[in-house]
């Protein structure tokens, strides 16, 4: 059974850095891609940065030049620095994996950028 375990969310202040981090298990080490979605309060689910393997990486207009994504291999983890965060980050961000046609989601975890 994958799961995908997120942390690093809370309560930051405008203009500060959060980092993500989402820990996979159960059996699958190759994952053809790793990224995270976010969800804010009365809007879709859009995605904020995927990771492909073999492709390199891909960002929402919104994140560019502020976000980062890394993937650690090894640990079967992927990352998500945020940094400059602004108040229209506040959302509920999923971490996503993808193997074959199989797609997997994390539970989320709450970020929110408030004074």
């Known amino acids: 059974q994958v799961q995908l375990v997120e942390s690093g969310g809370g309560l930051v202040q405008p203009g500060g850095s959060l980092r993500l981090s989402c820990a996979a298990s159960?059996?699958?080490?190759?994952?053809?891609?790793m990224g995270w979605f976010r969800r804010a309060p009365g809007k879709q689910r859009e995605l904020v940065a995927i990771?492909?393997?073999?492709?390199?990486?891909n960002y929402a207009d919104s994140v560019k030049g502020r976000f980062t994504i890394s993937r650690d291999n090894v640990k079967n983890t992927v990352f998500l620095q945020m940094n400059s965060l602004n108040p229209e980050d506040t959302a509920l961000y999923y971490c996503y994996a993808l193997w074959k046609t199989l797609v997997y989601w994390g539970q989320g975890t709450q970020v929110t950028v408030s004074s």
């Open positions: 990771i492909i393997s073999g492709a390199g990486t």
């Open positions: 159960g059996g699958i080490f190759s994952f053809n891609a």
